[in-house]
């Protein structure tokens, strides 16, 4: 006989965080439990507990995209954090 059977991840940051459950109670019960028992860990161990993503990566690319990257921001009067912010965002909608 087949059973359901639920599970999850904790996203956001670089640890792992798993959880599990045949119902949605129990899910919620192992997730309260996991993310408890990792704040102990880290607690225990003295590491920091994972935080979420600051907003800040290093994006390496060709010059001449960069140029013109850097046009269409101005053109669009954004900076081209902005710009790329904007296109990055569109990219994330799929």
């Known amino acids: 006989m087949w059973k359901r059977f639920l599970f999850g991840q904790v996203l956001g940051i670089a ?43 290093t994006l390496r690319i060709d010059p001449e995209l960069h140029a ?12 081209l954090n902005q710009y790329a912010e904007q296109l990055l965002a569109k990219c994330g909608e799929i």
């Open 15 to 57: 640890d792992l965080i798993s959880y599990e459950g045949q119902s949605v109670q129990e899910l919620k019960e192992d997730f309260k439990n996991g993310v408890d028992d990792y704040l102990d860990h880290c607690k225990q161990t003295g590491k920091e507990p994972g935080k979420p993503y600051s907003g800040k990566f």
């Open 68 to 79: 013109k990257l850097a046009a269409y921001a101005k053109l669009s009067g954004k900076s």
